[in-house]
């Protein structure tokens, strides 16, 4: 007997991505795993009812989000253990991106659950898409820490960030962000600023950071965004070794930056000896002692 196509398995956990606005961006292979899983998981009951509502699908719903996690993660574990299935999906986009689905996919792999994707809309891919900078070499950055100290570290750090940076933000949030990037990456550096993706109002600006700042003083901004700021290579930027700002990072987190980029663990060493001024084998001995 001939298998069925995208036959839904028992014991399996689903991470189905939802519509991040227009609801016929659903795929028909998603309308068939929410329709036939035991139960579906939901970082919001009350959204994700509606959501299957206008999908006509009828299914338990459980509630699982960044303040009950641990439990519900280890709830929703036991019952695909014992043979249920179970969808996994987020308000909108893809689960386990920038979402607390990703404590529950590792908890999985540490259980030895099988986990399947379908895939579909995301936010972060489709601005960048629109964003008009370069896509070939990227980095996803998510919403920045809203910790003043831990945030202007961390764009300290991505001033130099040679690929293109995407990045989360509400539109409570948006001046200040514009307001720390100017700060930080100075005016001329180029920036789109995606709204409302796949909805009725989508707004792509593509400008300067200096001038989405100035736009933002006489505009409330709107909706959700996601940014996508120019690299620092395309941008011409570069710094001299007294404002490199990985001299502020420990030695772990200097090297652990470069691995972060795609270097060998060895190569980042290499790299961030260099930027300390000291050899290889010194920066590699003061690691070890501290650890």
């Known amino acids: 007997m001939e298998k069925e196509k995208n036959r839904v398995e028992k014991a399996t956990l689903y991470l189905v ?60 574990l036991a019952r695909v253990t014992s043979g249920e299935s179970c969808a996994l999906i987020t308000d909108a986009g893809m689960p386990a991106i920038s979402d607390p689905g990703e404590d529950i996919v590792r908890l999985a792999a540490d259980m030895g659950v099988r986990v399947s994707v379908i895939p579909g809309a995301c936010a972060a891919v489709s601005a960048l898409s629109l964003s008009a900078l370069a896509t070939g070499r990227f980095c996803f950055e998510g919403f920045i820490s809203p910790q003043k100290a831990e945030r202007t570290k961390r764009l300290a750090v991505l001033k130099y960030e040679e690929r293109t940076m995407i990045i989360y933000e509400a539109p409570h949030k948006l001046k200040a962000t514009l307001s720390d990037l100017l700060s930080t990456f100075g005016e001329g550096r180029k920036i789109a600023l995606c709204r409302e ?95």
């Open 17 to 76: 991505a939802t519509p991040i606005g227009n609801l016929a961006d659903i795929s028909e292979r998603a309308v068939k795993v929410l329709s036939e899983v035991d139960f579906v998981a939901a970082e919001d009951t009350r959204n994700s009812m509606k959501l299957l509502s206008c999908l006509g699908i009828k299914k338990e719903l459980v509630s699982y989000h960044e303040h009950n996690k641990k439990g519900a993660g280890e709830k929703i």
């Open 197 to 291: 993706l796949t909805k009725l109002n989508e707004e792509v600006q593509r400008c300067t950071i200096g001038e989405a700042v100035s736009y933002y003083e006489k505009n409330e901004p709107r909706g959700e965004y996601v940014l996508i700021v120019e690299g620092a290579a395309e941008a011409g930027v570069s710094y001299d070794d007294e404002n490199n700002p990985l001299l502020s990072l420990s030695p772990e987190e200097h090297i652990a930056h470069y691995e972060a980029l795609g270097l060998s663990r060895m190569d980042a060493i290499k790299r961030a000896a260099k930027d300390r001024g000291m050899s290889k084998s010194e920066l590699y001995g003061m690691v070890n002692r501290n650890n």
